[in-house]
């Protein structure tokens, strides 16, 4: 694999390591973790930081003006726990937090057609955003579109090239509001992403978007 060119934002990293983040996003940042040394090293430094929190809270339960500040770290440290990270590697395509949620590896996914070629696999997630793979075939795209929230795009095999750049095995796009972009696969390899996306993609030619409620992305 090339080097790593795009990674996680430290409120990614920091979400994950408090929690915080909806499940869709965690498997992301989880897969991301495991392939990546830089990423796994900042969480690292994030985690050790969450623990400090807590730590200074049992001390300052000495003054009763502290109650509430105390209880609501207290609160902080009860949120759900994010997936650990492994470092284990196993052979095959995705990374392992993948493997675990898909119950294999690329083969065992269960690909549905959403046109012009591009298929996709929606993972099973709590419902505060989706998590779905995306198969784009060598040199096609990925219908132009905006953003209700935020997505973030995990290139696990292959290539795309957008309005930002090129992102690569291992890179992460994080999309935001703003952004209106059009993923094109490099020619070449078919390119295979895991993105997750906290609001409905916004389409702006009509046919994706009469599409959209029947294929839930
Ligand atoms: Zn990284
Ligand atoms: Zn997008």
């Known amino acids: 694999m090339t ?3 795009h990674h996680l934002t430290d409120a990614l990293l920091m979400g994950y ?3 915080t983040l909806p499940e869709a996003f965690s498997l992301v940042v989880a897969s991301h973790v495991s392939m990546c040394d830089e990423c796994r090293a900042r969480l690292a430094s994030y985690e050790a930081l969450g623990g400090g929190l807590i730590d200074g809270a049992e001390e300052m339960a000495l003054s009763d003006d502290c109650f509430e500040a105390v ?3 207290i609160d902080g440290a009860d949120a759900p726990a994010a ?3 492994r470092r284990v590697r196993r052979p095959g395509l995705f990374p392992v937090p993948l493997q675990d949620y898909v119950g294999g590896d690329v083969e065992a996914v269960r690909w549905r057609p959403i046109g012009m070629g591009v298929r996709q696999a929606i993972l099973e997630t709590d419902r505060e955003a ?3 793979l995306l198969h784009i ?3 096609s795209a990925v219908p132009d579109h905006g953003h209700n929230g935020t997505e973030i795009t995990l290139v696990l095999q292959g290539a795309f090239r957008d309005e930002d750049g090129r992102y690569g095995p291992g890179d992460v796009e994080v999309a935001t509001e703003e952004m ?3 993923p094109v696969a490099e020619p070449g390899m078919d390119c295979i992403c895991l993105a997750a996306t906290d609001g409905p993609l916004k389409f702006r030619a009509i046919l994706p978007r009469l599409a959209q409620p029947l294929l839930r992305i």
């Open 137 to 139: 075939p060598a040199g």
């Open 83 to 85: 997936p650990p990270v």
């Open 180 to 182: 209106h972009h059009t």
């Open 71 to 73: 209880m609501a770290r």
């Open 130 to 132: 989706t998590v779905r």
């Open 3 to 5: 080097k790593i060119q």
């Open 17 to 19: 390591a408090a929690g």
